[in-house]
Nanobody, 120 residues
């Protein structure tokens, strides 16, 4: 009953920028923590950044100062602004949200992912 759709991925040269968006829709009562994860081939999925309803943020050390997570609560959307991209940022990026649905059932939902490729 809840869907997450990511957008904004693509191919970019090192040093470039992308902005990822994740729109949550469906039977949503409230969105709690929202975050971005990434997974490169042969590696575990890892947290990139997350953000609470109130705007408190957390970042993976390697993206601090380059990436910014933000959210627009009325639009049920979370963003990841990625600046000064590096080849090691190449991965599939996934949106995850903790959702309280309209039946007051809390669950974590994942998007299907969007590919980010950074060329050197």
């Amino acid at each position: 009953q809840v869907q997450l759709v990511e957008s904004g991925g693509g191919l970019v040269q090192a040093g470039g920028s992308l902005r990822l968006s994740c729109l949550a829709s469906g039977s949503i009562f409230s969105l709690n923590v929202m975050g971005w994860y990434r997974q490169a081939p042969g590696k575990q999925r890892e947290l990139v950044a997350d953000i609470t309803r109130g705007g408190a943020t957390n970042y993976k050390d390697s993206v601090k100062g380059r990436f910014t997570i933000s959210r627009d609560n009325p639009k049920n959307t979370v963003y990841l602004q990625m600046n000064n991209l590096k080849p090691e940022d190449t991965a599939v990026y996934y949106c995850k949200t903790r959702v309280m649905d309209t039946s007051l059932v809390p669950s974590d939902y994942w998007g299907r992912g969007t590919q980010v490729t950074v060329s050197s």
